[in-house]
Nanobody, 120 residues
């Protein structure tokens, strides 16, 4: 089992910055990758950024150059630094973790979500 707790959302003006945090607890050793997804009103959930266990990262085209995903292994925490925010970044942001057990069983875990609102 893995628990993910997000924090850092809020209201910010366009052009501003926010940093989201996702603290993981439980079966940390089984994590293969962690990421951030978002769901805007009336839209499907989409991948924003991901970081794999080897340190590689992946970003949605819409956030490249503005968002940075990073992790602190000592704190079991993944961060999403968001800069130059736009109103279209407004969404509920969800932390995600993909795990694989020693038996090869794969699971996906989600945080509870944190609201990010960017005003124009």
């Amino acid at each position: 089992q893995l628990q993910l707790v997000e924090s850092g959302g809020g209201l910010v003006q366009a052009g501003g910055s926010l940093r989201l945090s996702c603290a993981a607890s439980g079966s940390i050793a089984n994590i293969n990758a962690m990421g951030w997804y978002r769901r805007a009103p009336g839209k499907q959930r989409e991948l924003v950024a991901a970081i794999i266990s080897g340190g590689g990262t992946n970003y949605a085209d819409s956030v490249k150059g503005r968002f940075t995903i990073s992790r602190d292994n000592a704190k079991n925490t993944v961060y999403l630094q968001m800069s130059s925010l736009k109103p279209e970044d407004t969404a509920v942001y969800y932390c995600n973790a993909d795990t694989k057990t020693q038996l090869g069983l794969e699971y996906t875990y989600w945080g509870q979500g944190t609201q990010v609102t960017v005003s124009s």
